[in-house]
């Protein structure tokens, strides 16, 4: 049973490593956080500017207040170090977390239907009941698909990631060190 367990503790001291240094995750609080600005900004300035989906300018409004919130609550605190409080705010924080993300996911479903469901509107005409602000539109529709070349991104890299762990585990099991 010993050596069952040391088979398997190089895999298990990876997967509870932190997945993300701290380096990748500022920078990516970095880039989310105009991005959130520019979605509360364009919708705003364009907020009754598209008759085919009236919807589009509140869906960026939302979408962008919601991910400056998570990434503002995503921040580490500066509070008090007792035990008590940190577990108790890391739990909270969970629970706000999780369902930040649920609502993000369902809210996001709502953007496609909405966005993708008024391909291609009309922009010129402001008078047309298919009429849409070009900027608001595709601002929209470019970020929406931004969001799906991320998600492919990071499923080919955890797929990549997966595999090489794969090859590196299959190699420390087949090659184990003497002495150690």
């Not at 609080?29 to 008759?51: E, N, Q």
């Not at 969970?94 to 009309?122: A, D, H, K």
């Not at 529709?141 to 969001?147: H, I, P, S, Y």
């Amino acid at each position: 049973m010993e050596s069952e367990s040391n088979l398997y503790t190089p895999l298990l001291q990876t997967i509870q490593e932190r997945p993300v240094s701290p380096a990748v995750t500022v920078c990516l609080k970095l880039l989310t956080f105009p991005m959130a600005i520019a979605s509360i900004v364009i919708g705003t300035i364009y907020l009754h500017s598209c008759t085919k989906q009236y919807l589009i300018p509140i869906y960026l409004i939302v979408s962008g207040s919601f991910t400056l919130f998570f990434v503002i609550t995503t921040l580490k605190s500066c509070g008090s170090r007792e035990e008590d409080s940190m577990e108790v705010a890391r739990k909270s924080g969970t629970v706000w977390r999780t369902l930040g993300l649920i609502f993000s996911f369902v809210w996001f479903i709502c953007g496609n239907v909405w966005i993708y469901g008024s391909y291609e509107p009309e922009y010129t005409d402001k008078l047309s009941p298919n009429y849409c602000d070009k900027t608001l539109y595709l601002f929209a529709f470019w970020t929406t698909n931004c969001a799906y070349i991320a998600l492919g991104l990071t499923l080919v890299s955890g797929f990549c990631g997966l595999l090489l762990m794969c090859i590196m585990g299959r190699s420390i099991l087949l090659n184990p060190r003497r002495g150690e």
